[in-house]
């Protein structure tokens, strides 16, 4: 059974978002601005940032190395979610901590093992299959990276795009979230999210076409389950 819907009746629901910048630029800090009720499933702790701040409407919840951890909380909040947007800080950091959990459960304790690379790869899209099940808005946030390009005229470009282990990985959660976003900062330090992507950088907005904005207005701030 399948249902068709004409595109002209289409309207953009729940937003999917992958932020990135180099660390300690405010990943965290920007999604302490998103409007209404977020958790973030901190695996970064970036969570000491928020100290002070008294965002009321943030929670956080801390994990282990075991990716598994992660994705039972995702699991739970399937079956009862009261949040307007579920951000995990940060997807670098949970495949780093995925890493040393296949290490230490490894053959030799020392180095992963072949296998164990494309396990993790399943593990992550795994998780972000799970993320993207529930009913809310979901922010993913990674570190950048740097990749080295040749142009067809010899010239070589660095090119800005989210940190994970391997490039098809990037690629592929470039390809299937709405949402792109690099974080950057005006001369005189506030930040806003690139969402305009050239050749030195990765960035998307599919949804609205936008080619920057400010942290606070990345998602929509109607219907907010803070105010009900």
């Given at each position: 059974?399948?249902?068709v819907q004409?595109a002209?009746?289409?309207v953009?629901?729940?937003?999917?978002?992958l932020l990135?910048?180099?660390?300690?630029?405010g990943?965290?800090?920007c999604l302490a601005?998103l409007p209404?009720?977020?958790l973030?499933?901190?695996?970064?702790?970036?969570?000491k940032?928020?100290?002070?701040?008294n965002k009321?409407?943030?929670?956080?919840?801390?994990?282990s190395?075991?990716p598994?951890?992660?994705l039972?909380?995702?699991?739970?909040l399937?079956?009862?979610?009261a949040?307007d947007?579920?951000?995990?800080?940060s997807l670098t950091?949970?495949?780093?901590r995925?890493?040393?959990?296949y290490?230490?459960?490894?053959n030799n304790?020392?180095?992963?093992e072949?296998g164990q690379y494309q396990?993790?790869?399943y593990?992550?899209l795994?998780l972000?299959?799970?993320l993207?099940?529930l009913k809310?808005?979901?922010v993913?946030?990674?570190?950048?990276d740097?990749?080295?390009?040749?142009?067809?005229?010899?010239?070589?470009i660095?090119?800005?795009?989210?940190q994970l282990?391997?490039k098809g990985?990037?690629d592929?959660?470039?390809?299937v979230?709405d949402?792109?976003?690099?974080?950057?900062?005006?001369?005189?330090?506030?930040r806003y999210?690139?969402l305009?992507g050239d050749?030195?950088t990765?960035?998307?907005?599919?949804?609205e076409?936008?080619?920057?904005?400010?942290?606070?207005d990345l998602?929509?701030?109607?219907?907010s389950?803070?105010e009900?």
């Amino acid at each position: 059974m399948f249902v068709v819907q004409n595109a002209a009746d289409l309207v953009p629901e729940h937003r999917r978002i992958l932020l990135y910048s180099q660390p300690g630029l405010g990943k965290t800090s920007c999604l302490a601005e998103l409007p209404g009720r977020t958790l973030i499933i901190d695996c970064d702790k970036g969570y000491k940032v928020l100290i002070g701040m008294n965002k009321r409407n943030v929670d956080i919840v801390q994990v282990s190395d075991n990716p598994d951890e992660v994705l039972e909380i995702v699991e739970d909040l399937q079956r009862e979610c009261a949040y307007d947007t579920v951000c995990l800080d940060s997807l670098t950091q949970y495949q780093n901590r995925a890493k040393a959990h296949y290490v230490k459960i490894g053959n030799n304790g020392k180095k992963m093992e072949l296998g164990q690379y494309q396990d993790m790869d399943y593990d992550t899209l795994h998780l972000y299959d799970a993320l993207d099940r529930l009913k809310c808005h979901v922010v993913l946030t990674a570190w950048e990276d740097q990749f080295e390009k040749t142009l067809a005229t010899g010239e070589r470009i660095y090119i800005a795009k989210p940190q994970l282990f391997r490039k098809g990985l990037v690629d592929a959660m470039c390809g299937v979230v709405d949402v792109v976003g690099k974080i950057s900062v005006t001369p005189d330090g506030q930040r806003y999210i690139v969402l305009s992507g050239d050749l030195s950088t990765v960035a998307k907005d599919r949804i609205e076409k936008r080619p920057w904005c400010w942290p606070q207005d990345l998602i929509p701030a109607n219907n907010s389950k803070e105010e009900k």
